[in-house]
């Protein structure tokens, strides 16, 4: 296999380009699919649960450092909390800023990087969703974190997830995945259909990184797409994430595994989800 670049720059690059490419029409599949709809509606309504239970202070201020096209940071703010999203890719701030603006939802969104956040004690919660594992080295991971603690209130929490190494589903990219080496996803919903092959172009099994060549063809009534991108992704174990938490500054941690909020059940949990209390 041949080696990738794994600087910042071409680490970034890929990271937007990859999402720039996608983001139309990845909004299109979130709106018109029950698949995704019911996760978007399930992901809101957990956030609303752990406002409550996880939080020591009301949360009415809430900050996205990756809102991407928006669906968690538009939610919130249709249900009335105060928020801010930002995202690395324009693309993806552009969309959402349009689906505010169709929707007459009031939200203040911008283009901005999780690592390079500047604000102090201004957010009740702040969401770090889907993107720590997209975060280009050690030293991202540790400044994203301890910059969402600075921009924390007190008794103010953060909710960030990442994928479970070892899930052995098809869904998520896991240590399976990775010896697997291919997977192909189809999607349709009313006026598109996306396929996309996904194989594994280069794996550090010393850091647990992997990149990814994917093959996107979209079929639209307007006509056919097709899109070849790279994206590199990182495995983290949960110890990994509460040690990253810990060392930003967070001592209350949970995680709910899959999104329940049930946590005493056994699971073999596809998505690791982390509710951090600033003190
Ligand atoms: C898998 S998407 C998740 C988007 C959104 N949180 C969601 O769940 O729908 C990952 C997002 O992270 C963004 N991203 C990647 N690196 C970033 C960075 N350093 N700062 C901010 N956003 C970043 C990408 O542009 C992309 O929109």
């Known amino acids: 296999m041949k080696s990738l670049k794994n600087t910042r720059e071409a680490i970034l690059k890929a990271s937007r380009s990859y999402y720039a490419h996608r983001a139309y029409y990845e909004d299109l599949l979130i ?12 992901e809101l309504n957990f956030l609303r649960y752990v406002f409550k239970a996880d939080a020591t202070r009301p949360i009415e201020k809430v900050l996205d450092v990756a809102c991407g ?6 939610g919130l703010a249709k249900l009335g909390y105060e928020c801010t999203g930002l995202d690395y890719t324009p693309e993806r701030v552009r969309i959402a800023k349009e689906r505010a603006t169709q929707q007459g939802i009031s939200v203040e969104l911008m283009q901005g990087d999780a690592t390079r956040l500047n604000y102090e004690n201004e957010f009740d919660a702040v969401l770090a969703l889907y993107v720590l594992f997209l975060l280009p080295d050690d030293d991202d991971v ?9 921009s924390l209130r007190p008794g103010g929490i953060l909710v960030c997830n990442v994928g479970n190494p070892f899930y052995e589903g098809k869904r998520w990219f896991s240590l399976k995945s990775i010896y697997e080496g291919l997977r192909v996803v189809e999607d349709r919903a009313p006026g598109i259909r996306s396929t996309e092959v996904v194989r594994l172009h280069d794996f550090d099994p010393m850091h647990g990184v992997a990149w990814w060549q994917e093959t996107s063809t979209i079929e639209t009534p307007e006509g056919i797409h097709i899109f070849r991108d790279r994206e590199r992704l990182r495995l983290f174990t949960y110890w990994d994430i509460v040690h990253y938490l810990q060392l930003a500054g967070f001592k209350e941690i949970k995680c709910y595994p899959d ?7 056994k699971t073999k949990a596809e998505m690791l989800v982390f509710v951090s209390r600033r003190d």
Request: proline letters at 0%; a positive charge.
């Open 259 to 265: 999104w329940k909020t049930n946590t005493h059940k």
């Open 69 to 74: 096209s928006g669906r968690h940071v538009l």
């Open 31 to 42: 709106q018109r699919q029950r698949r995704f709809a019911d996760a978007n509606e399930r």
């Open 142 to 150: 540790s400044k994203c974190l301890s910059l969402i603690y600075r």
